[in-house]
DNA sequence: ACCCAGGTGGCCC
DNA sequence: GGGCCACATGGG
């Protein structure tokens, strides 16, 4: 495990994983990245921001009808207008309006918080604690678990479990929890799209993919 | 015409 | 408690 990390951190600078410009930005992108890619994402970030709708207040008096136009292009649509506006909902009534007042909270509490919304389950709540929160909290995305399970690292489809046994090999840290997620999905990603890169893989060795 | 993309929740057995 | 399924759009 110590030496796929390190391989890693040779190869890959991932810079900005997660570009927002405020904590309520992320959880909004939280909950719009489901079953997405970020291509589809990215504008509609930017159209809620030049509609000023990136405000908890603003997002939560803003009708489903009009969120459900602005991101019907992220697919899901209207599951994810009502889910961000309950989240802004939630977040006016119990948090005055604040994501920090939730995020900073003991952590399980605060996660299981979020994971009491609608649409926010682990990994969501993990990604909001640790790149909206800065909290140190490893998001054990499908990614991970499938180049833990390929290498022979690690194997199993157990979210928790997954998120144990990778939290257990790292400091306990924001950024390192942050990078290595980045540069494991990095790494999958690279290796599921382009064939070719495998045979430059910086971990070669240690993986065995044959599909 | 498929399949995938930075999941979640509900229903079934 | 695990295994399907709906949710919906955009891009390869």
Not at 34 to 44: M, S
Request: charged share 25%; glycine share 4%; with cysteine.
């Amino acid at each position: 495990m110590n030496e796929l990390l390190e391989a890693l951190r040779c190869t890959y600078v991932v810079a900005d994983w997660w570009p927002a410009e405020s904590p309520y930005e992320v959880m909004v992108g939280a909950v719009l990245i489901q079953r997405t890619n970020w291509q589809n994402v990215a504008p509609v970030i930017e159209e809620l921001r030049c509609r000023g709708l990136l405000d908890v207040d603003r997002m939560a008096i803003t009708s489903v009808n009009e969120l459900e136009a602005i991101i019907r292009r992220v697919g899901f649509f209207r599951q994810k207008a009502m889910r961000i506006k309950a989240l802004a909902e939630h977040l006016v009534r119990y948090h005055c309006s604040d994501p920090a007042h939730l995020l900073n909270q003991e952590l399980e509490v605060a996660r299981n918080e979020l994971m009491q919304l609608n649409g926010i389950g682990q990994e969501t709540a993990d990604a909001i604690l640790l790149f909206a929160g800065g909290r140190p909290r490893f998001v054990a995305a499908v990614y991970v678990s499938r180049i833990l399970s390929r290498t022979g690292i690690f194997v199993s489809s157990d979210y928790s479990e997954v998120q144990d046994f990778v939290e257990s090999w790292l400091v306990r840290d924001r950024d390192v929890y942050a990078r290595s997620y980045a540069l494991l999905v990095q790494l999958a990603k690279d290796r599921c799209r382009s064939r070719p890169r495998c045979q430059g893989c910086p971990v070669r060795h240690l993986c065995s993919f044959s599909s």
